[in-house]
């Protein structure tokens, strides 16, 4: 039973960073209606510029944190007008095969940059963690989990009750009808890529301490941020969120008790099985083209 | 059906036999496996031109999903390792013969790639990329892990190759001629009908369905292909350097694939080629880059955003669409006869009977409890407001929504439950209002995918029958002599008319029209009229959804008309119109 519980805690704050990207997803293909396959290597590259600032410059934590966060603010600019706006008025195939293009070029180019020698990033706090009764709560995944819900309120105050907010979502809907209305939607789908990307490196720097920095960590995630997108269903930033937790506890509790170099598989079994079986995931999906 | 090139006909020739048309390509593909068979090369040219080869077979599968279906496959290394693999431990571990190993690490990839993208080919292209993007990633776990197997990270060597290929250089020969066999086949594949289902599919899947194509076995088999070239490449592969490891197969290598296809031009097995020459060598001629790890993938995925955003048709592409623009008008389209249309007459006297048909979108009932019987040989329309539930109705009886409530009988044959390849099999031709045609074929090959319908009587066999029936119907519009045109070069009206010539290629027993004079001029309109008369003087029976009245009243000899998805009246045109309750509808009341 302690095991489970400790377990639990962990699958939750691991899927809280799958949930974190898995949002990041959802808010670019509900603007764009793309899925950005280069969304993990944002987690990536927020997590090598903490590594650049705070360890080989020696900054402080926090400094060197709000510095990678405004550096991805800038790097969602430049992969917008990079990869996405050029390709926006193509079908969905190019602009896919063109994030999937950013996506090598980024974790190759950190790779010729960097080597493959996995890096390591200290966590937030100077305590490690604390026990309470059975389980053992780790600092890090506490602040992750902190982070996650806080974010989650951030979304929903930030896209319910501000102007801003419901202009995303306008456009989002109907991108000429917005534009009729005198939303720049050019300047919407670049707020977007932005925040996405502040997200994504948001994730990729909590989980840092907790995993390696290493140029796989952005595939991998983005993997698993697609998959719980899927559970929850498609596009739907309920359903990123709770996807997201779920995958983490599945496949935490699935390394436990079955196999742990499998580890990384259980996603993808999970994944084919909502595909055959439920394929507009746990909260539906908005289909069909129309004729 | 065609001659030199996979997008536009030439009929000219076509009267003589396929194998004299295509001898040039064989005597190339001799004298190309003589010369690899002769000529003495180093150990270090046989290797690129062994990689060369088998990758380039590799890369014909993702020219048949990509370039051909419009899918995406991103586990093609996957693929290639099955077939790796199962030559490698089939003949290293297991001792058996070689031939029996590649044979049977395809029929494994073939099950693998058709299950795989059974699975996921019903949803979107996102769901197929990460999908195969996890497979790879599943599969390259499995070869590192699964030591019992695959001897994990070691690798298989001892791969042994069969007994009448032993010298690398016969090898060689023997794979050069099986990448022209293989070439051949993926070069002819546009010109047979599961090449043209599967770029009509890559086109518009919803005309493609409508069209008498069943979109997700297409979609399957294009994948299944796909596949099935990546694990014989992979066979071959593993024969060649009789050692493989897993990193040999991992994802990299399958964005390799990708950029190699892209790079030379996704629509064509020369331009995978070209593709993949060029990232074998260039690699090797700049092998300092290869010492700082990553740099390499690095370039190429920033080829990979150049080429999509710069050269979205690869090096082949470029250099071949000029030319077919050239072709296309030299080339004379042959002349056609006169259009017969024999529409079925299994059933009664109505050909379509409609019976409490209701379509609810959640708790709007767009369609709600409509009845219509469309009676055998007559023009029918169907009218009511913007918002009555037209277009939806005849959605549900194409099949591309299915009905909440209600029967639609077409013929004798009860179709409410079938796919919309099924109904037209069972008789029934639709045009869109949005036009819907295959954008990037001719009008010929638009029309042919129409006239190859199941159960279409009208044509006789082979690939001739095909064209001249397409050409009847061109013609029959008025569109004959610009058959070879692409699509992009007719005005609206024109492809309207194309839409149509599709339709009626198919020889349906019941043409649903849906807006049809919808943007049309003046003059348009006229033609249009008379296209319908000359239409319905053959017998077949239409069923008309239009805007402009006096169309409707002109053509139709019976009227139903909807209202907030109701009908609210129906019978002869005239006193249908005249109905206190169509006035007002249309014109509201006092």
Same mark, same amino acid.
């Given at each position: 039973?302690?095991?489970?519980?400790?377990?639990?805690?962990?699958?939750?704050?691991?899927?809280?960073?799958?949930?974190?990207?898995?949002?990041?997803?959802?808010?670019?293909?509900?603007?764009?209606?793309?899925?950005?396959?280069?969304?993990?290597?944002?987690?990536?590259?927020?997590?090598?510029?903490?590594?650049?600032?705070?360890?080989? =410059? +020696?900054?402080? /934590?926090?400094? $060197?944190?709000?510095?990678?966060?405004? *550096?991805?603010?800038?790097?969602? @600019?430049? %992969? &917008?007008?990079?990869?996405?706006?050029?390709?926006?008025?193509?079908?969905?195939?190019?602009?896919?095969?063109?994030?999937?293009?950013?996506?090598?070029?980024?974790s190759n180019?950190?790779l010729?940059?960097?080597?493959p020698q996995p890096?390591?990033?200290?966590?937030?706090?100077?305590?490690?963690?604390?026990? =309470? +009764?059975?389980? /053992?709560?780790? $600092?890090?995944?506490?602040?992750?989990? *902190?982070?996650?819900?806080?974010? @989650?309120? %951030? &979304?929903?105050?930030?896209?319910?009750?501000?102007?801003?907010?419901?202009?995303?979502?306008?456009?989002?809907?109907?991108?000429?009808?917005?534009?009729?209305?005198?939303?720049?939607?050019?300047?919407?789908?670049?707020?977007?890529?932005?925040?996405?990307?502040?997200?994504?490196?948001?994730?990729?720097?909590?989980?840092?301490?907790?995993l390696f920095?290493s140029i796989q960590m952005g595939s991998t995630i983005a993997l698993k941020?697609?998959?719980?997108?899927?559970?929850?269903?498609?596009?739907?930033?309920?359903?990123?969120?709770?996807?997201?937790?779920?995958?983490?506890?599945?496949e935490?509790?699935g390394a436990?008790?079955i196999s742990v170099p499998y580890k990384d598989g259980f996603a993808f079994l999970?994944l084919i099985?909502?595909?055959?079986?439920?394929?507009?995931?746990?909260?539906?999906?908005?289909?069909?083209?129309?004729? | 059906?065609?001659?030199?090139?996979?997008?536009?006909?030439?009929?000219?020739?076509?009267?003589?036999?396929?194998?004299?048309?295509?001898?040039?390509?064989?005597?190339?593909?001799?004298?190309?496996?003589?010369?690899?068979?002769?000529?003495?090369?180093?150990?270090?040219?046989?290797?690129?031109?062994?990689?060369?080869?088998?990758?380039?077979?590799?890369?014909?599968?993702?020219?048949?999903?990509?370039?051909?279906?419009?899918?995406?496959?991103l586990a093609q290394a996957a693929f290639f390792g099955f077939g790796a693999y199962a030559v490698g431990l089939g003949?290293a571990d297991?001792?058996?013969?070689?031939?029996?190993?590649?044979?049977?690490g395809?029929?494994i990839t073939?099950?693998a790639?058709?299950?795989l993208?059974?699975?996921?080919?019903?949803?979107?292209?996102?769901?197929?990329?990460?999908v195969t993007i996890s497979f790879q990633q599943i599969v390259t776990l499995v070869m590192i892990n699964a030591i019992w197997l695959t001897h994990g990270p070691d690798g298989v060597a001892n791969i042994?190759?069969?007994?009448?290929?032993?010298?690398?250089?016969?090898?060689?020969?023997?794979?050069?001629?099986?990448?022209?066999?293989?070439?051949?086949?993926?070069?002819?594949?546009?010109?047979?009908?599961?090449?043209?289902?599967?770029?009509?599919?890559?086109?518009?899947?919803?005309?493609?369905?409508?069209?008498?194509?069943?979109?997700?076995?297409?979609?399957?088999?294009?994948?299944?292909?796909?596949?099935?070239?990546g694990g014989?490449?992979g066979?071959?592969f593993a024969?060649?350097f009789a050692y493989v490891s897993p990193d040999q197969f991992s994802f990299a290598e399958s964005i390799q694939f990708?950029?190699?296809?892209?790079?030379?031009?996704?629509?064509?097995?020369?331009?995978?080629?070209?593709?993949?020459?060029?990232?074998?060598?260039?690699?090797?001629?700049?092998?300092?880059?290869?010492?700082?790890p990553g740099?390499?993938l690095?370039?190429?995925?920033?080829?990979?955003?150049?080429?999509?955003?710069?050269?979205?048709?690869?090096?082949?592409?470029?250099?071949?669409?000029?030319?077919?623009?050239?072709?296309?008008?030299?080339?004379?389209?042959?002349?056609?006869?006169?259009?017969?249309?024999?529409?079925?007459?299994?059933?009664?006297?109505?050909?379509?009977?409609?019976?409490?048909?209701?379509?609810?979108?959640?708790?709007?009932?767009?369609?709600?409890?409509?009845?219509?019987?469309?009676?055998?040989?007559?023009?029918?329309?169907?009218?009511?407001?913007?918002?009555?539930?037209?277009?939806?109705?005849?959605?549900?009886?194409?099949?591309?929504?299915?009905?909440?409530?209600?029967?639609?009988?077409?013929?004798?044959?009860?179709?409410?439950?079938?796919?919309?390849?099924?109904?037209?099999?069972?008789?029934?031709?639709?045009?869109?209002?949005?036009?819907?045609?295959?954008?990037?074929?001719?009008?010929?090959?638009?029309?042919?995918?129409?006239?190859?319908?199941?159960?279409?009587?009208?044509?006789?066999?082979?690939?001739?029958?095909?064209?001249?029936?397409?050409?009847?119907?061109?013609?029959?519009?008025?569109?004959?002599?610009?058959?070879?045109?692409?699509?992009?070069?007719?005005?609206?009206?024109?492809?309207?008319?194309?839409?149509?010539?599709?339709?009626?290629?198919?020889?349906?027993?019941?043409?649903?029209?849906?807006?049809?004079?919808?943007?049309?001029?003046?003059?348009?309109?006229?033609?249009?009229?008379?296209?319908?008369?000359?239409?319905?003087?053959?017998?077949?029976?239409?069923?008309?959804?239009?805007?402009?009245?006096?169309?409707?009243?002109?053509?139709?000899?019976?009227?139903?008309?909807?209202?907030?998805?109701?009908?609210?009246?129906?019978?002869?045109?005239?006193?249908?119109?005249?109905?206190?309750?169509?006035?007002?509808?249309?014109?509201?009341?006092?």
């Amino acid at each position: 039973m302690d095991l489970v519980l400790q377990l639990l805690f962990t699958g939750i704050g691991i899927g809280a960073v799958y949930a974190l990207v898995a949002l990041g997803f959802v808010l670019i293909f509900r603007a764009t209606n793309v899925v950005n396959f280069a969304q993990g290597e944002f987690s990536m590259v927020a997590a090598y510029l903490m590594v650049v600032f705070s360890v080989d =410059l +020696g900054w402080p /934590y926090w400094l $060197s944190f709000l510095i990678a966060l405004a *550096g991805m603010a800038l790097f969602g @600019v430049i %992969f &917008n007008l990079g990869v996405y706006y050029p390709l926006r008025h193509r079908t969905y195939l190019p602009v896919i095969i063109a994030t999937i293009g950013a996506s090598i070029l980024l974790s190759n180019s950190v790779l010729a940059i960097y080597g493959p020698q996995p890096q390591v990033l200290q966590g937030w706090f100077d305590t490690p963690g604390i026990q =309470l +009764g059975p389980v /053992y709560l780790d $600092s890090q995944y506490l602040l992750i989990i *902190g982070v996650t819900i806080l974010l @989650v309120l %951030f &979304n929903f105050w930030f896209f319910e009750r501000t102007l801003l907010g419901k202009k995303l979502q306008a456009t989002s809907q109907d991108k000429e009808m917005a534009s009729l209305l005198g939303i720049s939607v050019s300047t919407m789908i670049m707020i977007t890529f932005i925040y996405s990307a502040v997200l994504g490196g948001l994730a990729g720097i909590l989980v840092a301490p907790v995993l390696f920095v290493s140029i796989q960590m952005g595939s991998t995630i983005a993997l698993k941020a697609f998959a719980a997108t899927i559970i929850g269903g498609f596009g739907d930033v309920a359903g990123a969120i709770v996807g997201g937790l779920a995958l983490g506890v599945i496949e935490t509790f699935g390394a436990a008790y079955i196999s742990v170099p499998y580890k990384d598989g259980f996603a993808f079994l999970v994944l084919i099985a909502f595909l055959v079986f439920r394929p507009q995931g746990i909260f539906g999906e908005r289909v069909a083209e129309k004729a | 059906m065609s001659a030199s090139d996979n997008m536009i006909p030439a009929p000219a020739v076509r009267s003589k036999p396929l194998i004299i048309r295509h001898l040039p390509y064989f005597i190339g593909a001799a004298a190309l496996v003589a010369l690899a068979a002769g000529m003495q090369f180093d150990g270090y040219i046989l290797n690129i031109l062994l990689q060369a080869t088998t990758f380039s077979i590799a890369v014909f599968g993702l020219s048949v999903v990509l370039g051909l279906c419009g899918q995406i496959n991103l586990a093609q290394a996957a693929f290639f390792g099955f077939g790796a693999y199962a030559v490698g431990l089939g003949t290293a571990d297991l001792h058996l013969n070689f031939w029996l190993c590649l044979v049977g690490g395809c029929a494994i990839t073939l099950v693998a790639g058709a299950v795989l993208g059974m699975s996921t080919l019903r949803l979107g292209g996102h769901y197929l990329a990460m999908v195969t993007i996890s497979f790879q990633q599943i599969v390259t776990l499995v070869m590192i892990n699964a030591i019992w197997l695959t001897h994990g990270p070691d690798g298989v060597a001892n791969i042994r190759r069969p007994e009448l290929f032993q010298s690398s250089q016969s090898y060689l020969a023997f794979c050069v001629a099986m990448l022209a066999i293989v070439g051949y086949l993926v070069w002819h594949l546009p010109d047979t009908k599961l090449g043209r289902a599967m770029r009509a599919v890559r086109d518009n899947e919803l005309a493609a369905g409508v069209n008498g194509i069943d979109v997700f076995r297409t979609k399957v088999s294009a994948f299944g292909l796909c596949a099935l070239l990546g694990g014989l490449a992979g066979g071959l592969f593993a024969g060649g350097f009789a050692y493989v490891s897993p990193d040999q197969f991992s994802f990299a290598e399958s964005i390799q694939f990708l950029t190699m296809s892209l790079l030379g031009g996704v629509a064509s097995p020369i331009g995978s080629v070209i593709g993949t020459g060029l990232l074998i060598l260039i690699p090797e001629w700049l092998r300092f880059l290869k010492s700082v790890p990553g740099l390499y993938l690095a370039i190429y995925g920033l080829s990979v955003i150049l080429i999509i955003r710069f050269m979205p048709d690869g090096i082949w592409g470029f250099v071949s669409d000029a030319f077919t623009r050239w072709r296309a008008h030299t080339n004379a389209p042959p002349v056609a006869g006169a259009l017969l249309l024999r529409p079925a007459t299994t059933g009664g006297d109505i050909v379509l009977e409609v019976t409490g048909l209701s379509k609810h979108f959640g708790g709007l009932k767009a369609v709600d409890g409509v009845d219509i019987a469309v009676k055998r040989g007559s023009v029918h329309a169907l009218i009511g407001p913007n918002g009555s539930g037209k277009t939806t109705t005849l959605n549900v009886l194409s099949g591309l929504y299915k009905a909440t409530a209600g029967k639609i009988v077409l013929d004798g044959t009860d179709i409410t439950s079938m796919a919309p390849h099924q109904r037209t099999a069972a008789g029934l031709g639709r045009t869109f209002q949005n036009i819907r045609l295959f954008r990037s074929m001719t009008a010929l090959e638009n029309v042919e995918i129409g006239a190859e319908r199941p159960g279409n009587t009208m044509i006789g066999k082979g690939d001739d029958a095909l064209t001249e029936r397409a050409m009847e119907a061109l013609t029959f519009v008025g569109l004959g002599n610009r058959a070879n045109e692409l699509i992009s070069s007719f005005s609206y009206g024109h492809q309207r008319l194309i839409e149509i010539a599709r339709a009626l290629a198919s020889n349906p027993t019941l043409l649903l029209l849906d807006e049809p004079a919808a943007g049309l001029n003046s003059t348009e309109k006229l033609e249009l009229h008379e296209l319908l008369k000359r239409i319905a003087a053959q017998g077949l029976t239409i069923l008309i959804i239009d805007h402009d009245m006096t169309l409707v009243s002109e053509a139709a000899q019976h009227i139903t008309v909807l209202n907030f998805g109701r009908r609210i009246a129906d019978g002869e045109s005239m006193a249908v119109l005249r109905h206190p309750d169509v006035v007002s509808a249309y014109l509201g009341s006092e």
